[in-house]
């Protein structure tokens, strides 16, 4: 089995900055590739970021871009660094782990979860 826990969440004022972290325990993930999505009240589960096994290939969302960067500690951690945070970044942040060969944004493509961590960013 696999477990994935993130951290890292809080309440942050507009305009400043947040560093998720994801500890990942169980099966090696050296080859899969790892997420962090978000989901608001009322809204479908989005993924903000993406990342190959090798760190080489990233994807964002166009909400997000210039203001996430995803990493990855080989298969033991990933991270999620947000600057510039503004209110619609509010949601509760999950991160994810899919075997799934290509970089994907694709809920449905990634097999384990995290429980989530709340972002709550004031106005």
């Known amino acids: 089995q696999v477990a994935l826990v993130e951290s890292g969440g809080g309440l942050v004022q507009a305009g400043g900055s947040l560093k998720l972290s994801c500890a990942i325990s169980?099966?090696?993930?050296?080859?899969?590739?790892l997420a962090w999505f978000r989901q608001a009240p009322g809204e479908e589960r989005e993924c903000m970021a993406a990342i190959t096994w090798s760190g080489g290939n990233t994807y964002y969302a166009e909400s997000v871009k210039g203001r996430f960067t995803i990493t990855r500690d080989g298969n033991k951690n990933t991270f999620l660094q947000m600057d510039g945070l503004k209110p619609e970044d509010t949601a509760v942040y999950y991160c994810?782990?899919?075997?799934?060969?290509?970089?994907?944004?694709?809920?449905?493509?990634?097999?384990?979860w995290g429980p989530g961590t709340q972002v709550t960013v004031s106005s």
């Open positions: 994810a782990a899919t075997s799934y060969g290509v970089l994907t944004s694709i809920a449905a493509r990634y097999t384990y």
């Open positions: 169980g099966r090696t993930f050296s080859r899969y590739g």
